[in-house]
């Protein structure tokens, strides 16, 4: 019988010796690493510059008619749509009082181990079909690949067959070092967490932009690393996200 791994994890990550090195209470005594929050960018690659919106909306409401959507269109997501969903999801959205940037999601320890990474099925003049990664900083999307998905294609990257039918996929992936190098085993839970906090921001943002969403778990990991040109080891896909119109 092979061992519940998940069990064995859960009760030693428990443990704050094993979970992860003694903090102090004063940040003053933390690491500089602990002070400094890392940004994944592609400097050699073509950006697209992505609009700044202000929607508004009623947020009682949206977390009432907040639901996973699958019947999507055939219409690819408007530049200003990508802008709005990346941003509020994930982005930066004000200054904090000590001049560091502020997130639209919670990180523990403002680690924000985190990259996100839309795959564009349905492309458009602005944003051809392919692989981006979004540039938090610059509020822009690397492009990664400019390539078209098959349905075929899309059906092995991903279990649930009416995934191919998405405008895009939003993979999130998981640098984990940003949390381990603080809270050690533990920081393979935050950073869970964090992934959770960024998907219901991507469905609200969803329902504001009268968009469908829905998160789903059947994915072909190994397959979307190797699209997205990471290791799966040092940074790997955690979670993924389909929104079309």
Known sequence: MEPDFSRLFHQSSKDRARGHRPIAADSREWPKEWHTTYYKTYPRLPK????????????????????SQRDFGEAPLSLEALGALLRY????????????????????GARFPLEIY???FRGSEHVPAGAYHYNCKA??????WEREFSEQERSTLFLYPWVKKAAAVFVL???FWRSKDKYGEAGYRYLLL??????QNIYLA?????LKCSALGGAADKSLEAILD???ITESAIYALAVGV
């Open 206 to 210: 969803a329902e504001a932009l009268g």
């Open 48 to 67: 697209i510059i992505l609009p700044d919106i202000n929607p508004s909306a009623d947020f009682f409401q949206l977390i009432r008619n907040r639901k």
């Open 118 to 120: 839309p795959l564009v």
């Open 173 to 175: 992936t998981a640098v």
């Open 194 to 199: 964090e992934g959770g906090h960024i998907g």
């Open 89 to 108: 999801s994930c982005g930066i959205v004000g200054t904090l009082e000590d001049g560091r940037p502020k997130r639209a999601h919670p990180s523990g």
């Open 230 to 232: 990471i290791d799966g």
């Open 139 to 144: 509020h822009a999307l690397d492009q990664l």
